[in-house]
């Protein structure tokens, strides 16, 4: 499985755009990169999911270069409900596959 | 919410003794997973399953077993708790686009 790579910490303001950057060295030609949030007490929750180029959804947007070695997570005008921990994973796309969760990056949204 | 329970919600038992959680789904997905997470820690996969009678290891397996005899219950056991097993424990689903959607979690405490 892809080891990945993200800052344990970030902290950012309201209103402010945040990017996360994840770090994937030895991603394979079949894996997809996801990323999810977590709150205190609660599971993780799916944010955004892509394989190559740019993602947008109505919460995020990915990032992914050509060589596909690291991804960039950005939140928009982030609001103190985005504090949270968020996770990037490398594995296949299909749910057969299961996948590493790392520490995460734990981002700090201030008013 | 994705249709996933899990129960019980918080248990206490003493070392030694045999525990199950149940993961109970309603979206009739395939691949159901069950994690463990520690303060400070990312989520670790305990087993996973592709589907009826079908299972396999995760990274932290040892000490942990598995059943799936119906598509929408996944069951987690404990034959025997170690205070090692003190843990959220969380349960998951996976999409064949490789999202994965989690239960509330189980707080485990063993004395």
């Known amino acids: 499985l892809a080891k990945t790579t993200q800052p344990i910490s970030m902290d950012s303001y309201e209103g402010q755009e945040v990017n996360i950057t994840c770090s994937h060295n030895?991603?394979?030609?079949?894996?997809?990169i996801t990323w999810y949030q977590q709150f205190p007490s609660q599971g993780p929750r799916f944010i955004i999911q892509?394989?190559?180029t740019k993602v947008t959804n109505e919460v995020a947007s990915l990032f992914i270069p050509a060589d596909r070695k690291s991804s960039t997570l950005s939140l928009p005008r982030v609001s103190l409900s985005d504090t949270a921990v968020y996770y990037c994973?490398?594995?296949?796309?299909?749910?057969?596959?299961?996948?590493?969760f790392g520490s995460g990056t734990r981002l700090q949204v201030q008013p | 919410d994705a249709g996933i329970t899990q129960s019980p919600r918080h248990k206490v038992t003493e070392t030694g003794t045999p525990v199950t959680l149940r993961c109970h789904q309603t979206e009739n997905h395939r691949y159901m997973y069950w994690y463990r997470q520690d303060p400070g820690h990312g989520l670790r996969l305990i087993h996973y399953s592709y589907g009826v009678k079908d299972t396999d290891k995760g990274e932290v397996s040892d000490g942990y077993s598995v059943s799936r005899s119906k598509t929408e219950d996944f069951l987690l056991t404990l034959e025997s708790a170690t205070s090692s097993q003190t843990s959220v424990y969380f349960c998951a689903i996976g999409t064949r686009g490789g999202e994965q959607y989690f239960g509330p979690g189980t707080r485990l405490t063993v004395t």
């Open positions: 994973l490398v594995g296949e796309g299909l749910g057969r596959r299961a996948l590493t």
């Open positions: 892509g394989y190559k």
């Open positions: 030895n991603i394979a030609t079949n894996d997809y």
